[in-house]
Every structure is written in structure tokens, then in C-alpha cells.
């Protein structure tokens, strides 16, 4: 492929950025990525006009995201199937833009009268290396899930958000503090005939 004809494809899938509308990302509410999703509606100056709809994973967003083209898919680097998701759909979903910001205070937390050391903590599989290595790790589908476990009790500790910890009455044992992070937007449309 020439240079000039990646730019002219460069320029044309960033010209169809203004036509996004609603963004779809990780939910329950408190993850990192709702919070980038709105973030990005703010700096497109779509606060009142743009919407931000939760799903349980990235994958089940992308199975019921309208196809028009004025719905993506707010998705972050350090995921770790980014590269899946990607390249299973690339007929339907394409990358149009990324930034940089941080993330809210990730924090190991824990119920009430849990041990400062727990044994078994909730955790998303992008953060998972901050689980304490005496610890059994219990994989879920996102920071704010991992709060909602240990808050019912299915895990002594979790990795999850200062924000999440704080919603669900979770007392922090360690902050791991802001993360830098990049996050992606993959318009969602119909595959190019």
C-alpha cells in the first residue's frame, strides 16, 4: 500500500468520527472504561447529545451494537484480547480514534471484616498481576464486577477502582494509585460491500 493512499484511508475513517453518537463499553457502572466513554463524549463536545450504554463484556457490546455508524465501541489497550476483538471484526468494527488518560485510583480492597491479606481476590484480567501472589485469583468481566463479588461476599478481596471500592462499602488495603492508560474507539457499521 502507498503512503498517500494510507493517509487517504487514514483521512477517511477519522472524517466519520463526527457522525458517532452513543458509545458502548465495559460495564457495571465504575469501570475505568464508562469513565474514558464519557470523557470522550466531553472532548467531542457531545455531553447533552451523546450516550454511554454498559454491557458485561466488550465481546457481548459488539454482538448487539447497531451497525449505522453512529455507535462504538470504547475499548482499552491493556486489554488483554484487544487483538481478538479487533481482527474477528474488522468487516464491522474499525479503530477512529484513541487517548490517553488516567484511570481512577486502582486499588486492592476488601470487605469490612475481611483480612488484610486476603485469600481469594476478584479481578478483571488486565489488572490481574496487582492480585498479592498469596492470593487465589477469581477472573471476572470488569473492575467494578470484582467490587460487586467481594461486596456479596464471593471473594475476601478485589483489584478494582477507588470509585467502585467506595459504592459498594469496600475498605481499600493498598492504592496502586493512577494508572496512564490508553483507550481506543472502534466505530461500529455495516461491512463495506
Known amino acids: 500500500m ?11 475513517e477519522i472524517s466519520t468520527v463526527g457522525t458517532i453518537r452513543s458509545l458502548h463499553t465495559l460495564g457495571p457502572t465504575g469501570t475505568n472504561l464508562e469513565s474514558a466513554a464519557h470523557m470522550w463524549l466531553d472532548r467531542q463536545g457531545l455531553t447533552g ?15 448487539t451494537v447497531p451497525r449505522t455508524g453512529e455507535h462504538a465501541l470504547v475499548a482499552c489497550a491493556v486489554y488483554p484480547f484487544l487483538h481478538t476483538l479487533v481482527f474477528e471484526n474488522l468487516l464491522v468494527c474499525r479503530m477512529v480514534d484513541s487517548f ?3 484511570t481512577h485510583d486502582m486499588v486492592l480492597a476488601a470487605g469490612p471484616h ?3 491479606k486476603p485469600r481469594t481476590v476478584a479481578t478483571h484480567p488486565a489488572p490481574a498481576s496487582l492480585v498479592p501472589p ?7 468481566n470488569s473492575n467494578a464486577q ?3 463479588d467481594c461486596a456479596a461476599g464471593k ?10 471500592a467506595r459504592a459498594h462499602g469496600l475498605r481499600v488495603v493498598r ?11 472502534h466505530q461500529v457499521t455495516e461491512p463495506a460491500r
Open 100 to 102: 490517553l488518560a488516567p
Open 175 to 185: 492504592s496502586f494509585g493512577r494508572v496512564p492508560m490508553v483507550y481506543t474507539v
Open 2 to 12: 502507498s503512503v498517500e493512499l494510507a493517509h487517504e484511508l487514514a483521512r477517511k
Open 155 to 164: 471473594t475476601e478481596g478485589c483489584i478494582t477502582t477507588l470509585v467502585a
Open 49 to 63: 447529545d451523546g450516550a454511554v450504554t454498559l454491557h458485561p463484556s466488550l465481546e457481548s457490546a459488539l454482538e
Open 134 to 140: 498469596d492470593s487465589e485469583r477469581h477472573v471476572v
Open 114 to 116: 475481611a483480612p488484610d
Open 146 to 148: 470484582a467490587a460487586i
